[in-house]
């Protein structure tokens, strides 16, 4: 479990291909190693990875193939830069919103809104099946970063960004065209799975009561 705080921003260091799979090697930010140990879960960009190497401040971890298919990961290079945080504590601060490290899909920057103070991010999700989830003033997770959902449109939502996100993150230095990881937050998912059902089903025993049938 994580809360969409991160922690900092890691270098990727080494990127070995295997049959099926991809090894990666980050260069931890200072004092974000201190109690790792192998096995244990730390969220690239959003994305849950386990620990498989610990090398001082070198770690490395395993990408499965749905994993390089369904994020961005799959793009990273030697000396990319990619947000990390280390999985949630009993005693931790939740600071953001819960997440479980599990991404839906990507989505691309669309539009970005420059001003003196903050900055306003549009993206567009690469399956639009997930837009039902994407709430005004509710939660997503963008690259790991818990941020509230601003302005709405059919295929569309942006955030709002203050400068302390755009220091502490990779969000900074995005541009048009960059993709980024996209978590959907658990809760409003399954709020609005469960309203569909019951809609349905009430729906279908509206139909039944009325003489209809239903063709599955």
């Known amino acids: 479990m994580f809360t969409g705080i991160v922690r900092g921003i890691a270098t990727v260091v080494a990127v070995e291909d295997k049959n099926q799979f991809r090894v990666h090697t980050i260069n931890m930010p200072d004092g974000m190693t201190e109690g790792l140990e192998l096995g244990a879960s730390v969220a690239h960009d959003g994305c849950c ?79 639009k099946d997930f837009m039902k989830y994407v709430l005004y003033k509710g939660y997503i997770g963008v690259d790991g970063i818990s941020l509230t959902i601003g302005e709405v449109s059919q295929d569309k939502f942006c955030v709002h960004l203050i400068p302390e996100t755009l220091t502490r993150t990779t969000l900074g230095n995005k541009r048009l065209a960059d993709r980024v990881n996209i978590e959907i ?32």
């Open 49 to 127: 990875l386990s620990v498989t190497a610990i090398n001082g401040d070198l770690v490395s971890f395993d990408l499965m193939k749905e994993t390089l298919r369904i994020t961005t990961l799959g793009d990273v290079k030697v000396g990319d830069a990619i947000n990390v945080e280390r999985a949630a504590t009993f005693n931790a601060e939740i600071g953001g919103h819960v997440m479980s490290g599990h991404i839906m899909c990507t989505a691309e920057i669309v539009k970005v809104v420059a001003t003196e103070l903050n900055r306003q991010i549009w993206f567009r999700l690469s399956n």
């Open 185 to 216: 937050d658990p809760q409003t998912q399954a709020v609005v799975d469960t309203v569909e059902r019951v809609l349905a089903q009430r729906q279908a025993a509206a139909d039944d009561a009325n003489g209809i049938m239903h063709v599955f």
